[in-house]
């Protein structure tokens, strides 16, 4: 189908994503990976819950890891322009039909949360913490010195609608992968803060989040951090890379942590906050949209994902498929 044509002047202002909260089942397993491995800075610690940071943020979180029975994915989270933003937020998702609640969260002002069309459990926010910036505190590096948060990577088992209801909220498509005998689109890279994305959605069973994504200062912080998986027990983390991706040209890593949740590790982008940027289309068949150079991405890299608490999945509704490794 068709890429819709960008929402301009969209019901509420997102800004960009802000965080995640991931469900584990060691929260010391996940904090070695998290904080001594990726480098992650602790902003605040109990025996339920860990808050981290990366080197460039100033509010408060970006990640939460709590405590769990089963390792999922609780909550995606969008920071908002304004106050009135959120009134306009809960309106709107209301006349999608959708639930809505009035929550607190720690270290955050007022919290919505809701869902999309599939169950995704959002929520969205203006104020969170703020915090004294490290960015020059060099002493604190570690690990692969993640900056910032990036994007969200989810499969859908609708990619056609999920572009639709995310084109409404003012997400607007870089880039896409069109599946050339249906003409259905079969992933789409679509952004809020003028990156290549914010969120991503491929096709898949679904709703279930492929991956979180940090971006790093250069690819030399990739190769320092896959000596240091390769010589402290996570060798076997390491899932797909490094490589260069075509869609997006950034140079990428994925990992995965104690509980599987995949993490991609990222930089080397463009800027798109032009609002006439025309989308990019792939080919489902050409191999370079997901690697322009480097080994072939693994099966699982195509099939598994991170469940979100309570929400159920679907089969996709496009069964073709790109040629997928051994």
Same mark, same amino acid.
């Given at each position: 189908?068709?890429?819709?044509?960008? #929402?301009?002047?969209?019901?509420?202002?997102?800004?960009?994503?802000?965080?995640? #909260?991931?469900?584990?089942?060691?929260?010391?397993?996940?904090?070695?990976?998290?904080?001594?491995?990726?480098?992650?800075?602790?902003?605040?610690?109990?025996?339920?819950?860990?808050?981290?940071?990366?080197?460039?943020?100033?509010?408060?979180?970006?990640?939460?890891?709590?405590?769990?029975?089963?390792?999922?994915?609780?909550?995606l989270g969008f920071k908002l322009y304004d106050h009135?933003?959120?009134?306009?937020a809960e309106a709107w998702f209301r006349e999608q039909g959708r639930p809505t609640d /009035?929550?607190?969260?720690?270290?955050? +002002?007022?919290?919505?949360?809701?869902?999309?069309?599939?169950?995704?459990?959002?929520?969205?926010?203006?104020?969170?913490?703020?915090?004294?910036?490290?960015?020059?505190?060099?002493?604190?590096?570690? +690990? !692969?010195?993640?900056?910032?948060?990036?994007?969200?990577?989810?499969? &859908? &088992?609708?990619?056609?609608?999920?572009?639709?209801?995310?084109?409404?909220?003012?997400?607007?498509?870089? #880039?896409?992968?069109?599946?050339?005998?249906?003409?259905?689109? /079969?992933?789409?890279?679509?952004?809020?803060?003028?990156?290549?994305?914010?969120?991503?959605?491929?096709?898949?069973? +679904?709703?279930?989040?492929?991956? &979180?994504?940090? *971006?790093?200062?250069?690819?030399?912080?990739?190769?320092?951090?896959?000596?240091?998986?390769?010589?402290?027990?996570?060798? #076997?983390?390491?899932?797909?890379?490094?490589?260069?991706?075509?869609? &997006?040209?950034?140079?990428?890593?994925?990992?995965?942590?104690?509980?599987?949740?995949?993490?991609?590790?990222?930089?080397?982008?463009?800027?798109? !906050?032009?609002?006439?940027?025309?989308?990019?289309? *792939?080919?489902?068949?050409?191999?370079?949209?997901?690697?322009?150079?480097?080994?072939?991405?693994?099966?699982? /890299?195509?099939?598994?994902?991170?469940?979100?608490?309570?929400?159920?999945?679907?089969?996709?509704?496009?069964?073709?498929?790109?040629?997928?490794?051994?």
């Open positions: 189908m068709p890429i819709p044509p960008p #929402e301009l002047y969209p019901p509420f202002n997102i800004v960009r994503l802000s965080h995640v #909260e991931y469900r584990v089942t060691d929260l010391a397993a996940s904090r070695a990976f998290y904080v001594d491995t990726l480098g992650l800075q602790i902003t605040h610690e109990d025996d339920q819950s860990i808050y981290l940071r990366a080197m460039e943020e100033r509010g408060h979180h970006c990640i939460i890891l709590t405590q769990a029975r089963s390792a999922n994915v609780a909550r009135a933003d959120l009134d306009k /009035w929550i607190n969260r720690p270290f955050m +002002g007022r919290v919505l949360q809701t869902t999309d069309l599939w169950g995704i459990p959002l929520e969205f926010y203006v104020q969170m913490d703020r915090l004294p910036t490290m960015a020059q505190k060099y002493a604190l590096y570690r +690990g !692969v010195k993640p900056l910032r948060i990036d994007h969200f990577n989810l499969f &859908s &088992s609708d990619v056609d609608g999920a572009v639709a209801f995310y084109t409404q909220m003012g997400f607007r498509t870089t #880039e896409y992968t069109e599946d050339a005998e249906t003409g259905k689109t /079969w992933a789409a890279w679509m952004h809020r803060k003028g990156g290549v994305h914010d969120i991503a959605f491929t096709n898949g069973t +679904g709703p279930r989040l492929h991956h &979180s994504a940090f *971006w790093v200062p250069n690819p030399l912080n990739i190769i320092d951090l896959l000596d240091l998986m390769s010589t402290t027990g996570y060798r #076997e983390n390491i899932e797909r890379g490094p490589g260069r991706h075509g869609i &997006s040209n950034a140079f990428f890593l994925y990992v995965r942590d104690p509980d599987g949740h995949r993490i991609e590790i990222y930089c080397s982008d463009y800027q798109t !906050v032009d609002p006439d940027h025309e989308p990019i289309k *792939w080919d489902l068949k050409d191999p370079q949209r997901q690697t322009l150079w480097g080994a072939p991405a693994p099966r699982s /890299w195509f099939e598994e994902g991170s469940l979100f608490d309570g929400v159920d999945t679907s089969e996709p509704l496009l069964k073709a498929q790109p040629i997928v490794a051994p």
